[in-house]
């Protein structure tokens, strides 16, 4: 028997379990990038203020940081510039999240084993998991070319950009069958996995720094840093602006290379073992884990840390461009309108910081459904039942899952508006000022994330088989129409199906009190009717 014998049976399966996420995320990414090179191409409609824009990113190192280099000052390279990062993020992201759920996930509960004694070589696992996930990316990155072709695009740089998306992905799936191979648990591999994108970040955002202008003075030639970046390396193509195909080898040489090593490290290892010793407990449990809020917060502690500090630096970065931004688009009206929508207020700073707020609750609530979908994976593992054979009662368990994830986003929140506030302050010369103004500013949107954490509960105890896929699906519902809706004039009905539409717009608008009224009560009965139907269904389910 071979050691791939069973990969396509394996692929098949793959593809089954993973039917809704795969069509979220091959559907979703070019929807999202659609979206995107639409609202763009609003904003910048014309040569003048492509042109001033082609100058900000050029000059602006907290432009250059975020956004990346420019490739010229055509509609085409405005688009990929405005929506390279998140895209390229999405896809790298999206892609170590499916290996190593494949992988080590099916490891971690058991069902690598079973399948083991089947007729399945001992690659086939591993393999059929990068056949998926690299099948999905080159899928994903096809309909984005056409995404971006169908917003009137030139054919050769749609092709370009979108497989430089493509590549980013491509590229993180070889990464995450490596990370599978050296911890012992899927949370391990994926924060490894997480680990080497933000590395990948924070290299191709100072090689961008680091940058200067090419000879004619249209573009960035990024420095050394940012070619040791799978992020850079899509930047590198200069989709638009002259595009240089022979960079796409880069992403599948690397695919190439995680690919080898991590069979080899397979050979070298247990089924279920990892190359990382697993670090051993203290010999006797601490007196909090006795309740279910310190299990809560012994197993949600090291997900808030990592996204604490990725809220942190984001925050501080924010906070400085803010001071900028009159600069930035002194001479776009259309962009300085399209802050003024999001951020609600008519003073463009303070517009801006309330839209960066936004943003960040926005982002939180990924951390919301990523928390409350906990529930989920401990109910399929079986976890769940051990925990109620105790004298813990669903009521309680599920009641403290969901205050754990509300207490982590509301200190998430805190954090956002407190690091913003002091790098504009920094900046603008009051950081006392303006870190108190915008942490009160940033705790308002807390009643939004309660919504969330109560949709998600309630999803979870009416319909648990499909609460993972809705979750995932209505949360990105709400970030297309809190970030995209107001630009593209949706109607007013549409925007209030989002929680995020009724929050006040601090500081850059007055503060309503009776929308966080009605949404905090909103929040309770989705919470009730969470214990409610979760008490009266069998688990597992």
Same mark, same amino acid.
């Given at each position: 028997?071979?050691?791939? +014998? ?8 793959a593809v089954r379990q993973d039917r809704i996420r795969?069509?979220? %995320? ?23 203020? =492509? ?5 900000? @990113? ?85 309909? /984005? ?18 497989? !430089? ?10 990464v995450a069958a490596v990370t599978a191979q050296l ?20 290299? =191709?955002?100072?090689?961008? @720094? ?5 000879? $004619? ?28 195909? %022979? ?34 407990? *203290? ?82 609530? !990924? ?26 009662? =669903? ?26 506030? /002091?790098?504009?302050?920094?900046? !603008? ?17 807390? *009643? ?23 979750? %995932? ?14 630009? /593209? ?11 995020? +539409?009724?929050? *006040? ?10 929308? /966080? ?17 979760? =008490?009266?269904? $069998?688990?597992?389910?």
């Open positions: 028997m071979s050691s791939f +014998t069973g990969t396509v049976r394996l692929a098949r399966l795969l069509a979220v %995320w091959v559907l979703g990414t070019p929807l999202i990038g659609y979206a995107l090179a639409e609202s763009v191409a609003g904003l910048y409609p014309d040569a003048q203020t =492509r042109l001033g824009y082609a100058e900000t @990113v050029l000059s602006s190192v907290v432009a250059r940081a975020f956004n990346g280099p420019i490739a010229g000052a055509e509609l085409g390279a405005v688009v990929v510039t405005e929506t390279y990062l998140t895209l390229a993020l999405l896809a790298a992201l999206l892609s170590t999240f499916a290996v190593v759920r494949h992988t080590r996930r099916n490891e971690e509960t058991g069902r690598a084993e079973l399948l083991g004694a089947s007729a399945v070589g001992r690659y086939a696992l591993l393999t059929a998991a990068l056949v998926v996930v690299a099948g999905a990316n080159l899928l994903a990155a096809a309909l /984005l070319a056409l995404a971006f072709v169908g917003t009137g695009l030139p054919v050769a740089g749609s092709l370009a950009a979108a497989a !430089a998306i493509g590549g980013v992905g491509i590229a993180f799936t070889g911890s012992v648990t899927s949370r391990g591999a994926n924060a490894l996995a997480a680990a080497t994108v933000g590395v990948a970040f924070l290299l =191709r955002a100072t090689g961008d @720094v680091l940058g200067e202008r090419s000879a $004619d003075g249209t573009r960035l030639d990024s420095a050394g840093p940012t070619w040791l970046s799978p992020l850079g390396w899509g930047t590198q193509v200069r989709a638009f602006g002259g595009e240089r195909w %022979w960079v796409l080898a880069l992403p599948v040489a690397l695919l190439v290379a995680g690919v080898v090593v991590a069979l080899l490290l397979a050979e070298r290892r247990d089924v279920g073992a990892g190359l990382l010793a697993a670090r051993r407990g *203290p010999a006797r449990a601490a007196s909090g884990l006795l309740s279910p809020i310190g299990l809560t917060w012994r197993l949600h502690r090291g997900t808030l840390a990592g996204w604490a500090v990725a809220v942190a630096v984001l925050g501080l970065s924010f906070g400085v461009a803010g001071n900028e931004i009159d600069a930035m688009i002194a001479e776009n009206p259309a962009a300085a309108e399209a802050i003024a929508q999001l951020g609600g207020g008519s003073e463009l700073v303070k517009a801006y910081l309330a839209a960066m707020l936004g943003l960040f609750a926005l982002t939180i609530g !990924a951390y919301v459904v990523q928390a409350v979908l906990r529930t989920r994976g401990d109910e399929a593992d079986g976890v769940l039942e051990a925990l109620l054979a105790t004298a813990v009662s =669903r009521t309680r368990w599920l009641g403290t899952q969901v205050l754990g994830a509300v207490l982590g986003a509301l200190a998430l929140l805190l954090l956002a508006g407190v690091t913003t506030g /002091l790098g504009y302050g920094l900046a !603008a010369g009051d950081p006392i000022g303006w870190t108190a103004e915008l942490a009160g500013a940033a705790l308002l949107r807390l *009643p939004a994330l309660l919504v969330v954490a109560g949709l998600v509960a309630a999803l979870f105890g009416a319909l648990p088989r499909w609460s993972v896929a809705l979750s %995932w699906t209505v949360l990105i519902g709400f970030l297309l129409l809190g970030q995209l809706g107001a630009v /593209l004039d949706l109607p007013q009905a549409v925007l209030n199906l989002s929680p995020y +539409t009724h929050v *006040p717009s601090a500081p850059a608008t007055d503060v309503t009190v009776p929308p /966080l009224v009605v949404l905090t009560l909103l929040a309770a009965l989705l919470l009730t009717a969470a214990l409610k139907t979760f =008490r009266h269904r $069998d688990t597992p389910t």
